[in-house]
C-alpha cells in the first residue's frame, strides 16, 4: 500500500520545500509521514535490501538510535523491495549479527515514494541510484539532503553532526562553523558580527565566534 497524498513537484526537492506526505506499509505497520509531525526525521533510503553497504549503515544506524532520540529525531528507512523482503532481511540481519533494527523501514515496489521525493528519475527501471537522505524538521520542512553513489556507505557521525548543527541554528540566529560539534564556539551572522565589532572593528568582523550556551 503507498498513497502520496501530496503531488511531487516539478523540479527535484530543495532545502526549504516541505516533504511530500506519504502512506505506505512497512515492517512496523502503516505509517504517515504527517505522524512524525513535531519531531526532527531522518528520512533516508537504499538501493535494496540484502545488499552489504546497506546492510552496514543499517546496523550502524540502528546502533545511534539513542543519540538519534537524544535529538528528538525519529528515524524512517525506505527501499523499493516488498515488505516481505524487508521483514527477512531485518531477522537476518538479527541472527547474523546481534543487531535489531528498531526502526520502520517503507516498501516502495512501485517506486512512487522514490519518485516523490526525486530520488529516482520519472525513467528509471530500477532503484540502482536511490541512496538518499532528507532531514526534516518538525514543521515538516526539508532542512538538509544528501546523495551517495551505491558504493560509498554514509557516515552516521556525520549524520547526527548535521542534525545537531540544524537544530542550534534553528533555535537561534547563529551559524556552525567548519566541523562544529555541539558545545563548540558558533559563529555570528554578518549582521551580528558587524554591530558586535563597531566600535572595536576587529580585523575579523566577518567572521566572528560565539561562545556556545
Known sequence: ???????KLQRPLRIGDKAPVFRARTTQGDISLDQFA???????????????????EFMAIARAADKFAALNCALLGLSVDSLYAHIAWVRAIREAFGVTIPFPIV???????????GMLDEDAQDSAAVRATYVIDPAGIIRAVSWYPMQVGRSVEEMLR????????????????????????VLLPPAG???ATAVGALPTWFC????AA
Open 1 to 7: 500500500m503507498i498513497d502520496v497524498m501530496e503531488k
Open 38 to 56: 513535531g519531531r526532527w526525521l531522518l528520512f533516508f533510503s537504499h538501493p535494496a535490501d540484502f545488499t552489504p553497504v546497506c546492510t552496514s
Open 107 to 117: 516498501e516502495d515496489p512501485s517506486m512512487a515514494v522514490a519518485r516523490a521525493y
Open 162 to 185: 548535521l542534525l545537531a548543527a540544524l537544530q542550534v541554528t534553528a533555535a537561534s540566529d547563529v551559524l556552525t562553523p567548519a566541523g562544529w560539534h555541539p558545545g563548540e564556539p
Open 193 to 195: 558580527a558587524e554591530a
Open 208 to 211: 566572528q565566534p560565539k561562545s
